[in-house]
């Protein structure tokens, strides 16, 4: 089974595909800033440096697509299907040109999408949609206090949150989307909520 664990930055996707992954023995494909050249200079001048931040998050992402095939079990802390979210939100506030923005829908919609439609052993079984308020995400992202995010304005964080909104109304009749409102809730909690949704229990745990 292949599980997506998504939603902003700061919902808690990372603590909950770890928790999810060590209990049911999944294999765990963690999101790849650590490998990211251009993520510290991103937060700093996002419209210098947007396209290639972006193109750069959607290889590595195909990468572990890819490397997903050799597992019978994986967990996605965020996934190749978002990666359009972030893409639209710097296209809104004016980050990417129109050129740029253009360029990146097209290779998008013509090589991702139609390999994720056409190749089986690729396909995303569930997609965990992880919700929270624009500023409960805030609150957490101050709260663990990252240093590349103390800078980025509260509107990035907001019109991240409309958008993934937007995308799920876009995608919930194409993908199986199981959405799990966060709002005061702990992560374990959170873990076994989607545990119990999906069943994970009862799954043949061998990776």
């Known amino acids: 089974?292949?599980?997506?664990?998504?939603?902003v930055v700061g919902v808690g996707k990372s603590?909950?595909?770890?928790?999810?992954?060590?209990?049911?023995?999944f294999h765990l494909f963690e999101e790849p800033v650590e490998k990211?050249?251009?993520l510290d200079e991103f937060y700093k001048n996002p419209k210098k440096i947007a396209f290639q931040m972006e193109l750069f998050m959607t290889l590595m992402r195909s990468q572990q697509l890819n490397q997903s095939k050799n597992f019978n079990?994986?967990?996605?802390?965020?996934?190749?299907?978002?990666?359009?979210?972030?893409?639209?939100?710097?296209?809104?506030?004016?980050?990417?040109?129109?050129?740029d923005y253009k360029i990146y829908m097209e290779?998008?919609?013509?090589?991702?999408?139609?390999?994720?439609?056409?190749?089986?052993?690729?396909?995303?079984?569930?997609?965990?949609?992880?919700?929270?308020?624009?500023?409960t995400a805030i609150d957490r992202i101050e709260k663990r206090g990252r240093e590349v995010e103390k800078n980025v304005d509260n509107e990035y964080w907001e019109v991240l949150n409309k958008h993934y909104d937007l995308w799920y109304k876009k995608?919930?009749?194409?993908?199986?989307?199981?959405?799990?409102?966060?709002?005061?809730?702990?992560?374990?909690?959170?873990?076994?909520?989607?545990a119990s949704v999906i069943k994970l229990g009862d799954l043949d745990n061998e990776n």
Do not use: C, Q, W
Request: glycine share 0%; no cysteine.
């Open 1 to 7: 089974m292949k599980i997506v664990i998504s939603g």
């Open 15 to 25: 603590t909950i595909s770890n928790l999810l992954a060590n209990k049911y023995n």
């Open 36 to 38: 990211n050249p251009f």
């Open 73 to 99: 079990n994986v967990i996605f802390d965020r996934s190749i299907l978002e990666d359009p979210i972030f893409v639209d939100v710097l296209y809104e506030m004016k980050h990417l040109n129109d050129t």
């Open 107 to 135: 290779f998008y919609n013509e090589v991702i999408l139609n390999t994720l439609k056409l190749d089986k052993k690729v396909k995303i079984d569930k997609v965990i949609y992880l919700t929270a308020s624009a500023k």
């Open 171 to 194: 995608f919930k009749n194409h993908f199986e989307i199981i959405v799990i409102d966060t709002e005061n809730k702990e992560p374990d909690m959170i873990a076994n909520e989607i």
